[in-house]
């Protein structure tokens, strides 16, 4: 596998459809922190599609979780942050049996310095805000580990 390719670790979409219907997807999701705050996407499409929900995403083959995590808080937020910045803090998974779609999420807790104002670069969430308290109408998956990342 030829390192320098932008697109390693990625397969062809259709095949990656077949994928997704038979065996679950090795994922990241980002607790974005700063302070008291923490930041939330207003997802755009399926799955939770409408929900506050975290950033995250598929991890490339080969790549390590940290690093996916780092990657993952580039593309999604803009926001660089360094591996000192980024601490393990569960595994959890999600299943949308409707979709045929199961994820197996490694969480982590990433606290930058600055809150500042996110701009969308992704097109997986069509908003992005900073909270500082869980809402009960929230996925039951984003109140649990918000919870476990110490907030109420």
């Given at each position: 596998?030829?390192?320098?390719?932008?697109?390693?670790?990625?397969?062809?979409?259709?095949?990656?459809?077949?994928?997704?219907?038979?065996?679950?997807?090795?994922?990241?999701?980002?607790?974005?922190?700063?302070?008291?705050?923490?930041?939330?996407?207003?997802?755009?499409?399926?799955?939770?599609?409408?929900c506050w929900f975290f950033p995250g995403g598929r991890i490339k083959k080969g790549e390590k979780?940290?690093?996916?995590?780092?990657?993952?808080?580039?593309?999604?937020?803009?926001?660089?942050?360094?591996?000192?910045?980024?601490?393990?803090?569960?595994?959890?998974?999600?299943?949308?049996d409707a979709l045929g779609l199961h994820t197996i999420n490694t969480l982590f807790v990433i606290?930058?310095?600055?809150?500042?104002?996110?701009?969308?670069h992704d097109n997986q969430h069509n908003k992005f805000k900073w909270f500082s308290k869980i809402?009960?109408?929230?996925?039951?998956?984003?109140?649990?580990?918000?919870?476990?990342?110490?907030?109420?």
């Amino acid at each position: 596998m030829n390192s320098n390719n932008k697109n390693t670790g990625w397969i062809p979409e259709e095949f990656y459809k077949k994928i997704l219907k038979n065996i679950p997807i090795a994922c990241v999701d980002l607790i974005i922190t700063h302070g008291n705050y923490f930041l939330l996407g207003r997802r755009a499409n399926e799955p939770a599609k409408d929900c506050w929900f975290f950033p995250g995403g598929r991890i490339k083959k080969g790549e390590k979780l940290i690093n996916a995590a780092v990657r993952k808080t580039r593309e999604e937020v803009g926001i660089d942050v360094n591996i000192s910045d980024v601490s393990l803090l569960s595994v959890g998974e999600t299943i949308y049996d409707a979709l045929g779609l199961h994820t197996i999420n490694t969480l982590f807790v990433i606290k930058i310095k600055e809150k500042t104002k996110i701009k969308n670069h992704d097109n997986q969430h069509n908003k992005f805000k900073w909270f500082s308290k869980i809402n009960n109408s929230w996925p039951l998956y984003v109140k649990k580990f918000l919870k476990k990342a110490g907030f109420k």
